[in-house]
């Protein structure tokens, strides 16, 4: 199906990225009659067999760069540490980003909030190490609660630690009002200036922007508060440029620098993977520590 698909087009909608993820499974077991066999998911955690049918697994997806689409084309069982996908990331990055298998140059990218869901969820029941400047650090989930001075790198991923100084975002709700004071005070100042043109193009890139999509947590948001936002950021388009459709959707995606909540989140991810790339600060360290753990103190 996939070659069917991918017939005719032009080489840039051929690109995919291969994903391996867990899944929960709905435990199934059934009966064929005609040939006396039973199918259905065996649970071999940890190598073991336990009896009993299975509730999770591992699968691998293939989804569209440019194409909104994915297809699994795999499945295996959920045991296991990880460690294979580990040691390859580690002799492909940084030394050389890519390797080849089966002929395919293939590149390790992490996706940023995997990274974070799989960090929190871990970081509940396992404490996590890492170095900074040399000195190794270990991370526990108590210190969530204590007072930590926040840095410019959690900000950057719209964090709030309890007790935490220079700001942050405390809740959902606090980033939606946050958006509606920034939106207002531009419009505001965009309304008095004598270029209103200028003035809302510029403060959408320096405050809206900036604000909305890095400052309030653009690799954290919920499918509901991105189309929320989504019909926001369209009536504030409306209201600045009010022109011919195609005008000003040409002003908002180009020459503005304004661009889709997706697009946004995606400079985003690759942000925080060159932030990791190239190292030098506490979420690269983190991240680094992360990627090359995870498969390692996962449960799967």
């Not at 009659?33 to 998911?41: A, E, N, P, Q, R």
């Not at 180009?254 to 600060?281: D, L, N, Q």
Request: with cysteine; glycine share 12%; proline share 3%.
């Amino acid at each position: 199906m996939i070659t069917l698909r991918a017939q005719g087009l032009p080489e840039h909608e051929e690109l995919v990225t291969q994903s391996l993820d867990g899944m929960k499974l709905a435990p199934n077991l059934r009966y064929y009659k005609h040939s006396d066999t039973l199918v259905g998911c065996e649970d071999l955690w940890k190598q073991g067999k336990s009896g009993k049918v299975s509730n999770k697994g591992v699968v691998v997806i293939v989804r569209g760069l440019t194409l909104h689409w994915k297809q699994v084309i795999s499945c295996g069982r959920g045991d296991g540490s990880g460690q294979h996908s580990v040691e390859m990331v580690k002799e492909t990055w940084p030394e050389k980003p890519s390797t080849i298998i089966s002929g395919f140059k293939c590149f390790v990218v992490p996706d940023p909030p995997h990274l974070l869901k799989n960090l929190w969820n871990n970081f509940m029941s396992k404490n996590i190490t890492f170095n900074v400047d040399g000195k190794q650090f270990v991370a526990e989930w108590a210190h969530m609660q204590e007072k930590i001075v926040e840095k410019k790198e959690t900000r950057y991923l719209g964090m709030k630690i309890v007790g935490g100084v220079q700001g942050g975002i405390r809740s959902l709700t606090g980033k939606v009002e946050m958006c509606h004071r920034v939106a207002g005070l531009v419009k505001f100042v965009a309304k008095r200036s004598g270029s209103r043109f200028l003035i809302g193009r510029e403060g959408c890139k320096s405050g809206v922007v900036s604000r909305i999509m890095y400052g309030g947590g653009a690799l954290v948001w919920k499918v509901e508060e991105r189309n929320q936002l989504e019909k926001e950021q369209t009536a504030f388009g409306r209201w600045l440029w009010k022109a011919h459709p195609s005008v000003r959707n040409a002003c908002i995606q180009a020459v503005s620098g304004w661009s889709t909540f997706s697009e946004r989140e995606a400079k985003a991810k690759m942000g925080y993977v060159r932030k990791i790339y190239v190292g030098g600060s506490m979420v690269a360290e983190v991240g680094r520590g992360v990627l090359l753990e995870m498969g390692l103190k996962s449960d799967w």
